[in-house]
């Protein structure tokens, strides 16, 4: 069973998502979480959006990190295998995507624009591929700063607004311009920079994909 806004300590005032979209958002990602090969439960740890985040975020022993919109939890689900004594969590909108969340890991029923979270509750803040869905992109950021701890690290991981139009999206889609996103989390943290991503090491970044670190 999975939490529904159960940690309300130091929550911010409620998001403005219009409860229709929400209500929206939320059937669409439950129905998706029936689509393995577009929505996929797991990752091949070898892939760079997964290295990325291992290296950055090193020796996670005794660690608290959440996963922002973490799907089926492919990403939370390798962070726990290849780290002993790390406390992940994994949020999202979708009951249906956090029913495939994989045991172990702390699973929360939520929006990323209103994380049922304590400020600087955790060590290391990730989001792959959901801040694109947030809508109030603003808000969600300064979410995922609010409860990093001081020195805490966080990474996002989201696509490029110079390749929009590549595929076909959601309504309330959007993707990022780097200096967006590197805006916004400069509001909270000290050492932002962004890089584009390419899946494979041997294979160099096309554009779509980008990554963003920051430290708080
Ligand atoms: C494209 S999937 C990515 C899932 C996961 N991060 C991954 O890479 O496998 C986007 C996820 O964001 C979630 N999501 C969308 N809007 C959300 C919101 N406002 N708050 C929390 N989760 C949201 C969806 O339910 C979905 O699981």
């Given at each position: 069973m999975w939490e529904r806004f159960t940690a309300r300590a130091?929550?911010?005032?409620?998001?403005?998502?219009?409860?229709?979209?929400?209500?929206?958002?939320?059937?669409?990602?439950?129905a998706a979480s029936h689509d393995e090969e577009h929505?996929?439960?797991?990752?091949?740890?070898?892939?760079?959006?997964?290295?990325?985040?291992?290296?950055?975020?090193?020796n996670l022993t005794d660690k608290s990190v959440l996963d922002v919109g973490c799907g089926k939890g492919r990403f939370a689900r390798v962070l726990l295998e290849e780290n002993s004594g790390v406390k992940v969590s994994g949020l999202d909108i979708s009951e249906e995507m956090l029913a495939c969340v994989p045991a172990g890991i702390y699973r929360v029923a939520g929006m990323m624009t209103e994380l049922?979270?304590?400020?600087?509750?955790?060590d290391c803040v990730y989001a792959t591929e959901s801040l694109e869905h947030a809508v109030e992109i603003d808000r969600a950021v300064a979410?995922?700063?609010?409860v990093l701890k001081p020195g805490g690290k966080l990474v996002i991981i989201d696509k490029n607004a110079e390749?929009?139009?590549?595929?076909?999206?959601?309504?309330?889609?959007?993707?990022?311009?780097?200096?967006?996103?590197?805006?916004?989390?400069?509001?909270?943290?000290?050492?932002?920079?962004?890089?584009?991503?390419?899946?494979?090491?041997?294979?160099?970044?096309?554009?779509?994909?980008?990554?963003?670190f920051a430290q708080k």
């Open positions: 130091g929550r911010s005032a409620p998001t403005a998502l219009d409860p229709l979209l929400r209500r929206e958002i939320r059937r669409s990602f439950n929505f996929p439960s797991t990752i091949d740890p070898r892939i760079l959006h997964v290295q990325v985040l291992l290296k950055f975020f090193g049922p979270f304590a400020a600087s509750a955790f979410e995922m700063c609010r390749h929009w139009g590549r595929f076909k999206t959601p309504a309330w889609e959007r993707w990022f311009e780097r200096r967006e996103l590197e805006k916004l989390l400069e509001r909270d943290c000290s050492s932002v920079r962004s890089e584009f991503l390419s899946y494979w090491e041997d294979v160099a970044p096309d554009g779509l994909f980008l990554v963003w």
